[in-house]
């Protein structure tokens, strides 16, 4: 892992530090997010091809177990996407194949005291998308953006239900849960029918 | 899509508080007690709360229930002028600033338009960065600049109208203000910009926690107070 030096090492050391966030998920399209408001326009280099802009959207939640994965011992993190903002919601409701099992990395940039970057991104983790799922509970609703590690191996198992919506997403045009709804409500159902 | 403007003139806050808000991230406490802070906030969103709102007649009323369903609880975006006219540089004559006079006629429900009755202050921004962190001014009407100005930038586009204050401002003469800003410049300027001073306005939502103080309480179906908070916008 690369570390940071000069006024970035500095800028950590004295303890009051401004920071950026930013999470990168390599699907149709780039998905980009970072820590603050407003857009970032992140330089090129070797994980970014050209000048990139990321985008705020209020939509990145907390990074739950960063430090686990600088010590390279968490296999999969959880990156809640808190506020639905309808971009981001329209990306991952309309399309989350588009997000599933592409490269994605997170990285850290030090700010100077007026924000303005220190340091070049220091790319921090690379890992595989595995999942996007929505967690709803009244207020609380979030997109879920689960990232596990390329090493590990461990992804996430996806969330099936045998409703014919989800099977018509799986596999359009079978009729195999047709019925399922039926049995809900109890109904015997008499094959064949 | 039109946004509109917050009607600025039927709902007036006896207590309005903006800020540029940068919420810091504790770390734990050390042996001696001190904490150390550090943020992610990149230089932080401008919020407002516009509290203690009297509705008193029944116009202001209809405007308040009018808004509570047009913001949607924090769905909608609309256009927030800011009441900042008190520290603005305004012109002086007679020796004390100059009084705005009466506010641009509109419509006091839905108007898409805020200014005062004649422009009081003029003055225009150089080319400046994405997330600039000062601004060079130049003010060709108006007093000089000391830090703590709110002023607006039309950035034009999906992004529209960004509220600013300055921090540290040096005068380097000729009414040229080298100042700087927070939050940091929430698009690239090309050339000679506007800098609106006399009705600085943020494209804001409402806080969708709190939204539910705008809607109307009122005592014998008559009178009540409402506040609105607000966070700046970024669907773009």
Not at chain 1, 23 to 33: E, F, K
Not at chain 2, 44 to 72: E, K, S
Request: glycine share 10%; net charge negative.
């Amino acid at each position: 892992m690369a570390a940071f030096a000069g006024d970035a090492a500095a800028r950590i050391a004295s303890g009051g530090c401004s920071y950026g966030i930013f999470v990168r998920v390599a699907g149709t399209p780039v998905l980009r997010m970072w820590s603050g408001p407003g857009d970032y326009l992140m330089p090129a280099d070797d994980v970014e091809p050209a000048d990139a802009l990321y985008k705020a959207n209020g939509a990145l939640g907390e990074i739950p177990t960063l430090k686990q994965l600088i010590n390279g011992d968490a296999d999969s993190i959880k990156i809640p996407l808190s506020g639905l903002d309808a971009t981001i919601k329209g990306l991952f409701d309309s399309d989350p194949e588009a997000l599933v099992f592409k490269p994605s990395r997170i990285g850290v940039v030090i700010f100077d005291g007026d924000h303005q970057p220190l340091s070049e991104t220091l790319w921090l983790h690379a890992a595989l998308s595995d999942d996007v799922y929505a967690v709803g509970d009244g207020d609380g609703a979030q997109i879920v953006l689960s990232l596990a590690t390329a090493l590990s191996g461990r992804t996430r198992s996806e969330q099936a239900f045998y409703s014919d919506a989800a099977q018509q997403r799986r596999s359009p045009g079978d009729r195999i849960c047709e019925r399922t709804a039926r049995y809900a409500r109890g109904i015997t159902i008499a094959w064949p029918v | 899509l039109t946004l509109y403007v917050w009607p600025w003139r039927t709902l007036v806050p006896a207590t309005p508080r903006v800020w540029v808000d940068a919420p810091a991230n504790l770390g734990p406490k050390s042996l001696d007690d001190t904490q150390q802070a550090s943020t992610t906030a990149g230089g932080g969103r401008v919020r407002a709360v516009f509290a203690d709102i009297y509705l008193l007649d029944p116009n202001p009323v209809r405007v308040a229930t009018a808004w509570a369903g047009h913001l949607d609880a924090g769905v909608t975006e609309c256009i927030v002028p800011l009441p900042a006219l008190y520290t603005a540089p305004r012109p002086y004559a007679g020796g004390r600033p100059m009084s705005p006079g009466t506010p641009a006629p509109g419509d006091d429900y839905f108007g898409e338009a805020a200014s005062l009755g004649s422009p009081m202050m003029v003055a225009t921004a150089a080319t400046a960065a994405l997330r600039a962190a000062s601004l060079t001014i130049t003010i060709s009407r108006g007093s000089r600049l000391r830090g703590g100005e709110w002023f607006s930038l039309d950035h034009g586009g999906a992004i529209g109208w960004r509220a600013y204050h300055t921090t540290r401002v040096t005068d380097d003469g000729d009414g040229v203000f080298t100042c700087g800003i927070r939050p940091l410049l929430r698009a690239a300027i090309t050339g000679p910009k506007a800098v609106e001073l006399d009705v600085p306005r943020c494209v804001m939502k409402l806080d969708p926690a709190k939204a539910d103080e705008l809607r109307p309480e009122l005592a014998l179906a008559r009178e009540g107070v409402v506040a609105a908070h607000f966070i700046e916008s970024f669907d773009y």
